[in-house]
C-alpha cells in the first residue's frame, strides 16, 4: 500500500459499482460496491494525445490542489493534453457552465467535471454526451445518467464510517455524545452525501445525537464563523465533524474558545493541513478519502473511454470508490493512532507541489 504508484502501469484498490446493473440506481450510479483492484490502462495501449479538458470549482481548497497533482501526473503518464479550469467558489456554477462551453469549443474530446451542482449541469453535459464527447463525473458526484464513468468517493460511505467510529467513543466512554456537523457547500453532491451517510449511520441508536448541521463554502473565513457559531450555539457539543477546511478552522475556534479539553473535531476528507492537524493533536481524526489517487482513476478512465476500452474488466461504466478508512492521531485517545495506515501519495500532494493548469 506504501507504493501504490511505483510502477507506471500501476494498480490501485477500490470498490466498483456496475452503473449498468439492474439494480443500480441510474442516477448517480448507486450500487452495490465489490471490491476490486483498479488497473491502469497500459501505456502501450495509448494510440494517441488526447484532449482532456478538468472543470472543477476551486482552487483555494488544497483539497484541489491534490486533485490537481493526482490529474497532472496522470496527464503526464498517458501523454494527455489537459487543461484545468477553476471555477473560483462554489458559488459560481454560472461561471462552471462557460467553463464547460469553453472545453467543447476548445476541441476538448473528454471531459473530467467536480461539479458544482449534484443536477444543475445535466442539461449541459448531456448535451455534449450526444456530440461523442466523453463525461467523467469525479470528486463532487452527478446525476446524469449518461455520463461515462465516475471517480469519487462515496461521501455517504465515508460519513457513515465517521459516524460508526464517534459510536464506538461514545460507548468507550460509557456517556452520549453531542456532535455538531459542518458537511461544506448546500447543494454540492458530496457535501449532501456526507452530512445524509453521517444521519443514515446513527438512525436506531441513541449514543451518538446531531445536535445541528451547518453548510457553508469552503473557504477558511466561512468555516471558521460557523465553528465559532457553533460553539456559542451548542454549549454542550463534544464533537465536531466538519470537511477539511471546517475542521483546521474548527480547531482555531476551540482553541480560541478554550475548549481544547471538552470539544474534539473528525473531518470528513484529507487536506495537508488536515494531516498535520491529526499529527498535532489539533484534529482527531480524518475519515481518509485518497484525493490523488482517485483523480488519477478520473484521468485513466477518460483515456480508457477515449480507447474505446472497458472501464473495468468487461464493464463498460462503472463508479470507481475508494476504500475510505477512519485515520486518528493520539487526541483521539489511548490506542487510537492508526496513522501508520496512512498513505501519502495516494492521498496529498508532494510537498512543493504548485497547481499545473496545463499539460502537453
Known sequence: MKRLFAQQDWQYPIYAINCD??????????????????????VSKISKKWNVCVSFPTLKD????????????????DNVKMTILSAGSYNNLSTQVNQLQNCVANGAEAIIVGAISYSGLDAQLQ????????VIDAWNGLSLP????????????????????????????GRPLNVAVLPGPAGAGWSE???AGFKKALEGQSDVKVV?????????????????NVLQTYKDVDWIFANAPGATQAAVAIKQANKASKVRVIASYTTPAVYEGVKSGDIACVAN??????????????????????????????????????ICGDSAGKGQNNLDQFVYDASL???GFKPTLNVG
Request: hydrophobic residues 40%; contains cysteine.
Open 21 to 42: 446493473a439492474p439494480d443500480t440506481q441510474k442516477a448517480g450510479c448507486y450500487g452495490q460496491p465489490k471490491p476490486e483492484m483498479y488497473q491502469a490502462l497500459p
Open 62 to 77: 488544497p483539497y484541489w490542489v491534490a486533485v490537481n497533482a493526482g490529474l497532472a501526473k496522470e496527464a503526464k503518464r
Open 127 to 134: 448535451s455534449y454526451v450526444k456530440k461523442g464527447i466523453v
Open 146 to 173: 449518461d455520463v461515462s464513468s465516475h471517480a469519487l468517493i462515496d461521501y455517504f460511505i465515508s460519513g457513515g464510517e465517521a459516524a460508526k467510529y464517534l459510536m464506538k467513543v461514545a460507548k468507550q466512554a
Open 193 to 195: 452525501r456526507t452530512a
Open 212 to 228: 445541528g448541521v451547518k453548510y457553508g463554502d469552503t473557504g477558511q473565513d466561512t468555516q471558521l464563523e460557523l465553528a465559532q
Open 289 to 326: 478519502d485518497q484525493t490523488v489517487g482517485y483523480s488519477r482513476i478520473a484521468m485513466d478512465l477518460a483515456v480508457r473511454k477515449l480507447e474505446k476500452q472497458p472501464a473495468f474488466g468487461d464493464l463498460q461504466r462503472i463508479w470507481a470508490l475508494p476504500r475510505p478508512i477512519v
Open 349 to 351: 500532494f508532494p510537498p
